[in-house]
């Protein structure tokens, strides 16, 4: 599940000759969750031997990336995928917004 929330507060506090005071206020909240769920996941997975490896860092695309980067530059190799089949998807979401009025 994945959730999301913005909180946004604003408030005035004012206090005269320490005899009269009050405060002003208003909030709103705001969140969404997103859920996922799958039927299946299927993972598929290989392990490159050092032989592999060393092909795939000469091939010339890769060196050219490694070259542009400056040789500043993480480089990875995808060794593996996940197959998720029959998916849904549900999302909610929820927003409240109140203030504050005091005097005194």
Not at 29 to 41: I, V
Not at 63 to 79: A, D, H, P, Q, W
């Amino acid at each position: 599940m994945v959730t999301l929330g913005r909180d946004l507060n604003l408030g005035i506090f004012a206090k005269w000759m320490e005899l009269v005071g009050g405060e002003i206020g208003w909030s709103r909240n705001k969140s969404e969750s997103n859920s996922y769920t799958f039927k299946t996941l299927t993972r598929h997975i290989f392990t490159p031997n050092l032989a592999y490896a060393k092909l795939a860092c000469e091939d010339p695309s890769v060196v050219e990336y490694i070259k542009s980067s400056g040789f500043r530059t993480n480089l990875y190799m995808v060794t593996g995928i996940l197959i998720a089949k029959e998916a849904s998807h549900e999302t909610s979401s929820e927003s409240q917004t109140g203030g504050t009025l005091d005097f005194g």
